[in-house]
Structure formats: structure tokens, C-alpha cells
């Protein structure tokens, strides 16, 4: 799936607003109360995470709550007893060997007790368990695992006065635990959401960045960055559940390490600090986004090509009723509104949205000019898709691989209560749509039925683009586009500029540089208020040189930028009062590389 276009590769389905309707049932583990910050739970109470799978009984004797900042459950006793609980999946019998070998400090709980393991664990099947000592205390610990390897690990301790309490609470909640299988829906979006992108995390008050870019087949590479000094490593990753969001898992050099991730609104939040997730070409020349290649010419569709369009030229900000032909001259293609349904284009999405009458469902349908054959466009529709930004944890599952025949291209997608059906067409102009249909699984037949209905109207001519093709051609070639970002601390104590040029040249090459520099202060004196005396500087520099080639979609067009590697990079251009190149505010200049 491409990382900095979200169009065809993307199943266009990111880019859908919030469903209408939501399946009744949802799925539960045994009965309780979900655990979340900010709440308290007494003796007798049962306990769950839904999405992990584990529920228990509070002991007798104890309040529980999260703790916001360690994600831990904390269980405070009567008396001077004092407990901690982790509850995740993903744990195996070393992970909890591991957990159960380190210190138990409960100095954030507002506890002076602070125990070590007396011993190396002792695991029986799904049971780990160790004996802990400190200075006028004892405790135990002890991890329990359910066959998928969901986990509840937990240490309780107590001064000498009350060491009776510790084993009997660890008993009466393993006595009341119950495991079922993990929500993998929600694992997988948070892995979706990492996969082929880069993770930038910023630590505004010491200056520092933390930079990852994951694979999709499980590596990563990490920079460290504080003013002028930087580390790198590299290792596995992956992501597990915690009890208030996702666990990102780095494995490097026999350590393991997790780092807490959760969604606040909009806001990615990792280990409490600020993060973004990044990729694309206005980034760096070495993030290669799978982008659709010229077709090879092998490629011959099947589907009839019309020698004029049927239908009335779609407008924007227009809503159309069912059985309204609709047709975009510019790209050579037509459809007819399904019958139930309405639908439209507005100025600020880049493909028509579809919304059944009774509001059950969403469809959509992408359309541009100079896709490539339709093998390309099955393996952009292929794999899971991560709808979390349209319901937290939603994560929709092919049912095996494309069904390709000609020039068309089918797939179905199915989660806990939604069904999916996709449709890739390819004319023989190489112009190409792809509708996506997606509501409840009571209504399978009439989701199906929707997005077939779209693409037995879909009619392909050859694309009407001259005009635009000689317009967009002279208000690029010769010229560069401009990107410009600066940053700073209010006490300017750090700041960054980037700059990222592409230059368009009329014979189809491009020239792209990637220029940014970072400065942090240094006060010999680190009190508030006091100057700073000096500064160091980091500076960051790439270019590429390649080929460029111009498309069109219905609201914009498409810049492919093939470097020399061979890597494809597309640029969504929209212009309105401003530029943007996909999404980002750019300015166009005359260009002093390219004629």
C-alpha cells in the first residue's frame, strides 16, 4: 500500500468519513468492567480488557485502578500490601521469565516498598512464578498465560506485618482468571498503521528526536538524535496490546524493549511524547512508496472502449440521485449512480463517494488515467486494510487473492461485523477505476450488489486530456516546486528548517533535493532564563535525479517521479488558492536546474 498517495494502492477506504451505522454486538470476554484510566474498581468487582482477552476478580481486601503513566493495573491492599499488574499479549514463557527477573519498585504507586527476585523464575505450563525479598519486606510474583499468550503478570508485596495477604490475593485472582482469544483486529491496525512508514517521536524539552522506519516484513532501523550526536540501531519489531493501546516491541542485540503507543484523538502519543507517523516523497528521496509503474505493454484489457461517453459532466459540491449517469471526459470514463444510493465529488477528496439511502454503508470509486495493467492494480487491492481512522481497531481481511479476468479485478473483505467488496477495472486506454463498496454483514447482498451495479455501468473511452495534459506540461516544465518548513522553540532554544525542491525539466528528468538543518541551544547555565552562549548545528542533505511523467485523477494530477533505483514515487498536485503537493503547501518558482 502506498504511503504517500492514498488512491488505488490504498483501497481508497482510508480516506472514508465515519460510518453510519455500527454492528449492535461487539466482542466481549467474560463480563465486568473494561478496564481505563481514571477509574477505580473494589473488592469483588471482575475486570477485563476486551481487546487482550483477560478479565479477573479484584481480592478481597483491595482497590484497582490504571495507572495512566505506566499502563499498569495497581492494586492497593488494606494495610501496608502493595501490587502491580501487567496485562498484554504476546507474552511467551522467557518474556515472563524476563518480566519476573527484574526489581519491583512501587515508588509510583506512593509506596516505599521496593523488592528484588530471591531466585530465577519457575515456570509449569502457563504459570511463572518467583519469590521476591527486600529490606522489611517480601513478595511474590507470578505471570499467568492463556493459550494464545495473552498474559496477566503481576507482583504484590508487603512489609513483614502483612506478608499473609500477599499469596492470598495472588491466589484468589488466579482462582477467578478467565482467557479468551485476543481482538487480533485491533493488534493488527496498530501493525498497519507502523508497516512500510516512518515514526518520528519529539522530545521538545531536551531537543531530542527519535527517528524509526519499519518494514513490512519486520525490521527496523532507529536514530537517536540530540543536537549534533546521533545512534543508530536496528533490529525486529512488532506490535502487541497493552491495556490502554499498542505495544510496539523492538528486539535488538538479545534486548527487548516496548514502547507504549495510544491514539488521542488525532494525536499519536508514544511514551507520552509527541509522535508522527511520515512517508512519501516530500520527505526523502529514500523512502520508496510503491507507486503504479508504466504498464509494460503486454497489457490488453478486454473491456469495450466507447467512442463517446453517456451521461452529463460531473460537477463538484453536486449531489446526483440514483440512476444518474455521470461522466468525466478528462479521464475517459463513466458510471451511473446505484440504484438506493446518491453521490458526489467534493473539492477536498479525490474520488466520488456513494451513501446508500437508508445510510447503511459507504462506497467509493477512484478513477485516473495511466495506471498500469490490471496485475498491478490485484496487488495493491491484495492484503488486510487498516480502517482504524473510521472505527478504533476496524481491520478488514481479503478472503484469499484477487480474482483477476481481463481487465477486471475482484475481492472481498470481510471483519468482526463488516463485509467489503472492491472492483479494479483497467480500460484499454489505461485508464482504470476502482470502486469499493463496505457496510454491515446483514446486508451482504446489498453491499455486493452495489458495487457490481457501479462497474457493469462503468463505461471507458479514450481520455479527453490534451488540454489539460499541454496546461499542466507548461506550468511545470522548467519550474521547481517548493517546499519550506521552519520551526523553533519559543525560547529559542532549538530550531529546524527543511527544504525540499523538485525541479521539472522539459525533456521528462527531474532533479529533487532534501535539505534540513537543525540548531540547539546550549546554556553554560541550564537555570530558566539564562542565555544561551552557544549552539550546535546538524545538517541533513540528499538529492535524486530521474523521470517524471504526468496523469490525471478527478480532482488533481499525478506526478510519477521514477528515480534511478527504479523506485516510484507518485505527487498528488491539487491546486486551489494555494499548491499542494500531497497535502502539503508548496510554492512554484522558475527553476535554476532545469529548462
Known amino acids: 500500500m502506498s504511503r504517500s498517495f492514498r488512491l488505488l494502492g490504498a483501497l481508497v477506504l482510508l480516506a472514508f468519513p465515519l460510518l453510519a451505522t455500527r454492528a449492535a454486538s461487539q466482542l466481549r470476554v467474560a463480563g465486568g468492567e473494561e478496564l481505563a484510566a481514571g477509574k477505580?474498581?473494589?473488592?469483588?468487582?471482575?475486570?477485563?480488557?476486551?481487546?487482550?482477552?483477560?478479565?479477573?476478580?479484584?481480592?478481597?481486601?483491595?482497590?484497582?485502578?490504571?495507572?495512566?503513566?505506566?499502563?499498569?493495573?495497581?492494586?492497593?491492599f488494606e494495610g501496608s500490601a502493595i501490587g502491580a499488574a501487567s496485562i498484554l499479549t504476546g507474552m511467551s514463557a522467557g518474556d515472563a521469565e524476563a518480566f519476573l527477573s527484574q526489581p519491583a519498585n512501587f515508588g509510583f504507586l506512593g509506596s516505599e516498598i521496593a523488592v528484588e527476585p530471591?531466585?530465577?523464575?519457575?515456570?509449569?505450563?502457563?504459570?511463572?512464578?518467583?519469590?521476591?525479598?527486600?529490606?522489611?519486606?517480601?513478595?511474590?510474583?507470578?505471570v499467568l498465560r492463556g493459550e494464545a499468550d495473552n498474559a496477566l503478570a503481576m507482583v504484590i508485596a508487603a512489609s513483614a506485618t502483612d506478608a499473609d495477604k500477599v499469596k492470598a490475593a495472588l491466589d484468589e485472582i488466579e482462582k477467578s482468571i478467565t482467557f479468551l482469544k485476543p481482538q487480533d483486529e485491533a493488534r493488527k491496525a496498530w501493525q498497519s498503521k507502523l508497516a512500510g512508514r516512518k515514526l518520528t517521536i519529539t522530545d521538545e524539552a531536551n531537543s531530542a528526536t527519535l527517528v524509526f522506519d519499519f518494514t513490512p516484513g519486520g525490521d527496523y532501523s532507529m536514530t537517536y538524535s540530540v543536537g549534533e550526536q546521533s545512534q543508530q540501531q536496528s533490529g525486529k519489531w512488532r506490535v502487541e496490546l497493552g491495556v490502554l493501546?499498542?505495544?510496539?516491541?523492538?528486539?535488538?542485540?538479545?534486548?527487548?524493549?516496548?514502547?507504549?503507543?495510544?491514539?488521542?484523538?488525532?494525536?499519536?502519543?508514544?511514551?507520552?511524547?509527541?509522535?508522527k507517523l511520515t512517508g512519501g516523497t516530500l520527505r526523502k528521496p529514500g523512502d520508496p512508496a510503491p507507486g503504479l509503474k508504466r504498464a509494460s505493454g503486454d497489457f490488453k484489457s478486454d473491456i469495450k472502449e466507447v467512442a463517446s461517453l453517456d451521461g452529463k459532466d460531473m460537477q463538484l459540491e453536486v449531489r446526483y440521485d440514483e440512476g444518474t449517469q455521470l461522466k468525466i471526459a478528462l479521464l475517459g470514463m463513466s458510471f451511473k449512480v446505484p440504484s438506493g444510493c446518491v453521490g458526489g465529488v467534493t473539492a477536498s477528496v479525490n474520488y466520488v463517494l456513494i451513501r446508500p439511502n437508508d445510510q447503511r454503508g459507504l462506497g467509493t470509486i477512484a478513477m485516473q488515467t495511466g495506471a498500469s495493467g490490471i496485475d498491478d492494480i490485484a496487488a495493491m487491492m491484495a492484503g488486510a486494510k487498516d480502517l482504524s481512522s473510521l472505527e478504533q481497531g476496524l481491520v478488514i481481511e481479503p478472503e484469499g487473492e484477487p480474482k483477476v479476468q481481463g481487465g477486471k479485478a475482484t475481492l472481498r473483505y470481510t471483519s468482526a461485523h463488516y463485509v467489503c467488496y472492491a472492483i479494479g477495472l483497467v480500460g484499454p486506454s489505461l485508464n482504470a477505476a476502482l470502486i469499493s463498496f463496505i457496510g454491515p454483514k446483514d446486508d451482504d447482498a446489498k453491499v455486493k450488489a452495489y458495487a457490481e451495479s457501479a462497474a457493469s455501468s462503468m463505461q471507458f473511452a479514450k481520455p479527453d486530456d490534451a488540454a489539460n495534459r499541454k496546461q499542466w506540461n507548461e506550468g511545470l516544465k522548467g519550474y521547481c516546486l517548493h517546499y519550506f518548513n521552519y520551526r523553533a522553540a519559543q525560547d529559542n532554544s532549538w530550531d529546524s528548517t527543511t527544504n525540499i525542491k523538485i525541479h521539472f525539466g522539459s525533456d521528462n528528468t527531474y532533479y529533487y533535493t532534501y535539505q534540513h538543518e537543525g540548531t540547539v541551544g546550549v546554556r553554560e547555565n541550564p537555570a530558566p532564563g539564562n542565555p544561551i552562549t552557544s549552539r550546535g548545528v546538524s545538517g541533513n542533505n540528499e538529492e535524486a535525479h530521474g523521470n517524471w511523467r504526468l496523469e490525471f485523477t478527478i480532482t488533481g494530477a499525478l506526478v510519477y517521479l521514477t528515480n534511478e533505483k527504479g523506485e516510484v514515487f507518485p505527487l498528488l498536485i491539487t491546486v486551489g488558492k494555494q499548491i499542494y503537493v500531497n497535502g502539503s503547501e508548496v510554492s512554484r518558482v522558475k527553476s535554476d536546474k532545469k529548462q
Open 118 to 142: 530471591a531466585g530465577k523464575p519457575a515456570t509449569e505450563g502457563r504459570r511463572t512464578s518467583v519469590e521476591y525479598s527486600g529490606q522489611d519486606a517480601s513478595g511474590t510474583g507470578r
Open 40 to 76: 477505580s474498581w473494589t473488592a469483588g468487582t471482575r475486570v477485563k480488557s476486551d481487546s487482550i482477552g483477560v478479565s479477573f476478580k479484584v481480592p478481597e481486601g483491595c482497590t484497582a485502578s490504571v495507572d495512566e503513566n505506566t499502563w499498569l493495573v495497581a492494586l492497593r
Open 245 to 275: 493501546g499498542g505495544l510496539l516491541v523492538l528486539n535488538a542485540d538479545g534486548t527487548t524493549r516496548q514502547l507504549r503507543m495510544k491514539q488521542n484523538g488525532a494525536d499519536l502519543i508514544v511514551e507520552g511524547y509527541p509522535a
